[in-house]
T-cell receptor, first 114, second 114 residues
Framework: DGGITQSPKYLFRKEGQNVTLSCEQNLNHDAMYWYRQDPGQGLRLIYYSQIVNDFQKGDIAEGYSVSREKKESFPLTVTSAQKNPTAFYLC?????????????FGPGTRLTVT | AQTVTQSQPEMSVQEAETVTLSCTYDTSESDYYLFWYKQPPSRQMILVIRQEAYKQQNATENRFSVNFQKAAKSFSLKISDSQLGDAAMYFCAYRFLFNNDMRFGAGTRLTVKP
């Protein structure tokens, strides 16, 4: 079955540690995205990538980093510089722009930093 | 910058009744897409319905329909014959035609009463 996988579903880290969230898709989509979801704020874009080896900052990129070495994979690293990393993180993908295609979402990762 | 506003943080509806969720957006573009996503307690984002701005006809998907008012920049979602499974967070989203940057509203939590 085609889809987007995110692992793990729940992640716990100590403050000051970097942590990497996994996102893999087998939909052959060009574009991939990372969103952060906090209560009452909807989804906010962290980073997005339209092609391999290229990515752009979203609205809240500070304290995060990404890589796009393969079309299928778009891991997100939450660094110790992110002041408030506890949140629900959603990965999405879509065919490249120019069509009415929506974004397809993974199941999300709940990150808790203490 | 494009913004999406959902003015109803919470709504409730009786099972089998009809409910309308509101969404307004701000853009200077004429070519764009609008979406409604559903996020049930599992937190998986599911596309409910999409609307292309160039189409005057309102989109419908079974019990879900939209009222798209381009001049007023309004995009409401009507759910008919509400079911218990419709209980979820509903997000309105906007995407400009020529990029994949999607903007989300803050969401409306819909409760369905038996």
């Amino acid at each position: 079955d085609g889809g987007i996988t995110q692992s793990p579903k729940y992640l716990f880290r100590k403050e000051g540690q970097n942590v990497t969230l996994s996102c893999e898709q087998n939909l052959n989509h060009d574009a991939m995205y990372w969103y952060r979801q906090d209560p009452g704020q909807g989804l906010r874009l962290i980073y997005y990538s339209q092609i391999v080896n290229d990515f752009q900052k979203g609205d809240i990129a500070e304290g995060y980093s990404v890589s796009r070495e393969k079309k299928e994979s778009f891991p997100l690293t939450v660094t110790s510089a992110q002041k408030n990393p506890t949140a629900f993180y959603l990965c999405a993908s879509s065919p490249y722009s120019g069509t009415a295609y929506e974004q397809y979402f993974g199941p999300g990762t709940r990150l808790t930093v203490t | 910058a494009q913004t999406v506003t959902q003015s109803q943080p919470e709504m409730s509806v009786q099972e089998a009744e009809t409910v309308t969720l509101s969404c307004t957006y701000d853009t200077s573009e004429s070519d764009y897409y609008l979406f409604w996503y559903k996020q049930p307690p599992s937190r998986q984002m599911i596309l409910v319905i999409r609307q292309e701005a160039y189409k005057q006809q309102n989109a419908t998907e079974n019990r879900f329909s939209v009222n798209f008012q381009k001049a007023a920049k309004s995009f409401s979602l009507k759910i008919s014959d509400s079911q218990l499974g419709d209980a979820a967070m509903y997000f309105c989203a906007y995407r400009f035609l020529f990029n994949n940057d999607m903007r989300f509203g803050a969401g409306t939590r819909l409760t369905v009463k038996p």
